[in-house]
């Protein structure tokens, strides 16, 4: 019998170290101990590396005009001090100092106040800190990172990004899922009662959320059909895949642009909404705010460029022997697109306009097959290189570890793994 547990408890191990490798999380974990004993003496708080009990602290704002000399100099820095923020030695350039950024003093606690420390305040992760003494020296400064594991699952209402709104999610996720799932589920088309369930870690300095971190897991329900995305490495690239071990990445996209509607679909007889004549409209019109990026749905080597009084700003990619594709209306063109350029999957080729006849922004977004016009939305692309047999093992430890944690949902929101970035501090003068 204790041969039996001995067995067991080493096959959860390799589980965990297996999901651990080939899920591909970069940063240590950091998990948690509530039963740690107290600790005894009291810790040092720190603030920018900084031990703030020791020092009164002041905040601003920078204002129009104001340069960082100007603050040093107001608080009695002797101006040799600041004059060694201009002799080219330090890592930090005075004329990014940018107006409306803020930043913090740090004073001592006698009765000179005088100034030991500046804040410069880059963006929520990143700082300047001077350190003002015999010398002046600069050292940028890195706050901690803390991703923090979540499973969330929602039903959907109306759109999938008003659905994370109404469910208190973070809605950026609703364009990473979009991602994910972007050749096999249709986005324009959820129906209300579709449903998703997602592992992902969300990024936060201090308390504050400050972006998402890495997608390991997600099914999504749509129409009574269930997709599985799995985060799995090959060949030290992240990918995902289905519980099949088949890739999620298909040939084409579903779809060119994201979170728009659709006004106007392939017809071999439509009321033109500018000529007022029937006509055939062999594609499919994406309404979208003007300036939306618009990318090439697959690889492929740009045949054709240019404007005509129809399509206004097109873009025509040739993918292969049997398909190609037709961008319209653009107000303009991403920089650096050429005739005979090639483009990735993914890649921005144009914005979304009104040029040519077009009563409102709009892409009208075309499809030949073997030189023959057909439905964008109609198109089975086929998936790339599945697992490869050598990694199959592997990627079922992966798997089997997700799905386990999959169908916990909100139950689990407060089962925390914590990811630190460790905080950065090193003189560059």
């Not at 041969?3 to 970069?26: E, R």
């Not at 005075?94 to 880059?122: C, M, W």
């Not at 890195?142 to 994370?164: F, G, H, P, V, Y």
């Not at 709104?165 to 973070?170: L, S, T, V």
Request: with cysteine; hydrophobic share 40%; charged share 20%.
């Amino acid at each position: 019998m204790k041969h039996k547990y001995l067995i067991i408890t080493l096959i959860s191990i390799l589980s965990v170290v297996v999901v651990d490798y080939f899920v591909g999380t970069s940063e240590p974990l950091v998990i948690s101990n509530q039963n740690q004993p107290e600790q005894t003496e009291k810790s040092v708080i720190t603030e920018y590396g900084i031990p703030v009990d020791s020092f009164y602290t002041e905040e601003g704002s920078i204002k129009f005009g104001q340069t960082i000399g100007n603050i040093l100099l107001s608080n009695n820095v002797s101006a040799q001090l600041v004059s060694e923020l201009t002799n080219g030695k330090n890592c930090f350039d005075p004329r990014k100092f940018k107006a409306g950024h803020n930043y913090k003093l740090f004073r001592t606690k006698d009765s000179s106040q005088t100034l030991r420390y500046l804040v410069y305040i880059e963006n929520p992760v990143e700082s300047i800190v001077f350190s003002i003494g015999d010398s002046l020296s600069i050292s940028p400064f890195q706050k901690n990172i803390k991703a923090i594991r979540k499973i969330k699952r929602a039903t959907i209402s109306s759109s999938l990004w008003e659905t994370m709104k109404n469910e208190n999610i973070n809605p950026l996720l609703a364009l990473d899922l979009s991602e994910i799932f972007a050749w096999t589920i249709d986005f324009f088309a959820l129906y209300p009662g579709d449903s998703f369930e997602v592992i992902y870690d969300e990024l936060y300095i201090d308390s504050t959320s400050v972006g998402l971190g890495t997608i390991y897991a997600a099914w999504f329900e749509h129409q009574s059909e269930r997709f599985y995305a799995f985060r799995f490495e090959q060949d030290s690239v992240a990918g995902y895949w289905d519980e099949n071990g088949n890739s999620l990445r298909k040939s084409f996209l579903k779809a060119p642009l994201r979170f728009s509607r659709i006004s106007s679909r392939f017809s071999r007889h439509r009321l033109h909404p500018v000529l007022r004549i029937y006509r055939p409209h062999t594609g499919v019109d994406y309404v979208a705010p003007a300036g939306t990026p618009v990318m090439a749905i697959g690889d492929g080597i740009v045949i054709a460029k240019g404007f005509n009084y129809a399509a206004g700003n097109y873009v025509k990619i040739k993918h292969n022997s049997v398909y190609t594709t037709g961008y319209n209306h653009f107000s303009r063109f991403a920089k650096s697109l050429q005739v005979g350029a090639r483009v990735k999957q993914g890649d921005v080729i144009g914005y979304v306009g009104k040029t040519g006849y077009a009563t409102g922004p709009h892409l009208d977004f075309r499809f030949w097959k073997n030189g023959k016009p057909v439905d964008p939305l109609k198109v089975q692309a086929p998936p790339v290189e599945p697992i490869h047999p050598e990694n199959l093992a592997a990627f079922l430890i992966v798997k089997e570890s997700l799905i386990s944690q999959l169908g916990m949902g909100e139950s689990q929101e407060n089962r925390h793994v914590i990811a630190v970035n460790g905080q950065k501090l090193s003189v560059c003068q």
